[in-house]
């Protein structure tokens, strides 16, 4: 690679809004409603008995809900909503934030050949991501992933940031000592193994060498990121705020 970095901040040292790490919703029970006509819904396909209100009992005869009191049915769901708001608003609205905030601040010696090649792939990628939602650029961008204006535009500036990125996560890993030679790629497939109980196989054809040689050094420095900053995303209850669901 011909683009380099001369000099970068320390993203625990970014002065992010906190208002950025809040999600709000109009009540727990606003979550939780949907999950319960869930629950009434395939009780009475499985039964043909009709009920308006769902109950322990009726619970415990629904197929496939590995609970048996509502409280508990509940508390399930919340974690669950909880979870996927969280990742869903991390990537989606926090690392988006952390990247420009990289891309401003960092002194990078950008080859345009480079720069070009690579948002070209980038706006390749994305032009995917909006087909399989059968949505053209700019209706992916507003309501998949709340970009508000000309979202091309908007597009082409993360691609370019994510461009320094990459640059940056090179320098970080090599200054950490990290290496991305053949056995390297060895002990990170047996962690997965281990850890997550991933098959080795079939990882290997996810993430074959060539793809993790040039991916690890992003790899390891989003995860510190993110190891860093989700912790600190919270849920605030607003009634006015609107119930969201991630795509």
Known sequence: MKSKLNQTIDYKSMELNNELFV?????????????????????QKQTGQVVKELTDDI?????????DTI??????????????QAQHHFYNQILPVILSEYSSKSDVIIDDEELE??????????EGYATS????????????????GDAEAEFHKRAKEDFVFKIIA???FKELGGSTDKLAYEEFIQQ????????????????PYDVFEVMMPEMHLSQEIYDYYFPQIKFEINPDAPLQFNQ
Request: aromatic content about 10%; hydrophobic content about 40%.
């Open 23 to 43: 999600i709000e919703v109009p009540s727990w029970g606003a979550v939780t409603q949907p999950l319960k006509e869930y629950a009434l819904a395939q009780y």
């Open 59 to 67: 619970l415990q005869e629904v197929e496939d809900i590995p609970v």
């Open 71 to 84: 409280a508990d049915f509940e508390l399930m769901g919340i974690e669950v909503y909880k979870n996927s």
């Open 117 to 126: 090649e690579y948002i070209e792939d980038y706006m390749e990628k994305v």
């Open 133 to 148: 939602y059968e949505m053209n650029l700019s209706d992916y961008g507003e309501k998949v992933m709340g970009i508000e």
């Open 170 to 172: 090179v320098d970080h």
């Open 192 to 207: 997965n193994v281990l850890q997550n109980q991933a098959d080795p196989i079939e990882l290997k054809s996810r993430l």
